[in-house]
């Protein structure tokens, strides 16, 4: 279980920023406009963010409407040390804090990552990048081995390398009224996943939700109560393992 006393934080964006360049797999700030702490006794264990979409035309795609609505969790980090599941924990509490809004995340396949955590919170599935494409994109890939998009600002080995999908997610915070206003206004589509899954091929996946924490369940389960949600996540986790 989680040991106790665990708490959910708004933290400066310095602070938010150097731990997410120590320890998150992309070692990169992001655009922050929220940043959250968990904290256990005086250490902290985790952080999320959340800032504007990198492309204006995400938010616009979301939200034609209303497109400054539309806000990004672009990262996510949680100490090894931690137990499994206390990334939703985390996040549900996290999303309550914030202001009536749109908030998408993406799942990135070329780090084995598919949005397990994000299904079990209720988001919902948005189907892949490029999914409308008829033929895929290629990335040059990088002489040090760094992001695609650094390709021609670094340097690149002249070799094409697939680009590999990001599954895509999105939900709404505030009250069960605000929320129902602000899905009114979202575009992107709320696809099943068993009917249309992402594209797996040469992923590894990297989190599978074989245990399952008692308190990360109270926490997905209280986030959605509070929000008005129908929930499968439990019946999910207990009979499929979302994996």
């Not at 499994?84 to 999303?95: G, H, K, P």
């Not at 990135?108 to 892949?128: K, P």
């Amino acid at each position: 279980m989680i040991e106790q006393p665990l708490a959910v934080l708004p933290i400066g964006k310095p602070q938010a920023a150097r731990i997410v360049i120590e320890s998150h797999y992309l070692h990169r700030r992001p655009p922050m406009s929220h940043a959250f702490g968990l904290r256990k006794g005086s250490d902290l264990v985790g952080v999320v963010t959340f800032g504007t979409p990198a492309s204006r035309q995400t938010q616009l795609s979301v939200a034609p409407t209303a497109p400054d609505l539309v806000t990004e969790l672009n990262r996510l980090w949680v100490a090894d040390s931690e137990p499994r599941n206390t990334e939703s924990w985390f996040v549900a509490r996290a999303l309550a804090l914030l202001d009536p809004c749109i908030v998408v995340s993406y799942a990135d396949t070329a780090h084995g990552h598919l949005g397990f955590i994000y299904r079990a919170l209720n988001f919902r599935y948005a189907g892949w990048s490029d999914m409308e494409r008829k033929s895929p994109r290629f990335d040059y890939e990088t002489i040090s081995g760094g992001h695609p998009r650094d390709a021609y600002r670094t340097g690149h080995t002249g070799v094409r390398i697939p680009r590999a999908p990001k599954v895509r997610y999105w939900t709404t915070t505030g009250t069960k009224r605000e929320r129902k206003r602000l899905d009114s206004i979202v575009a992107w589509p709320s696809l099943d996943w068993k009917t249309l899954p992402p594209p797996t091929a040469g992923v590894r996946v990297s989190h599978q939700l074989d245990v399952i924490c008692p308190a990360a369940i109270f926490g997905v389960l209280t986030y959605v109560c509070t929000c008005g949600h129908r929930s499968y996540t439990f019946h999910d986790w207990i009979t499929h393992r979302l994996d």
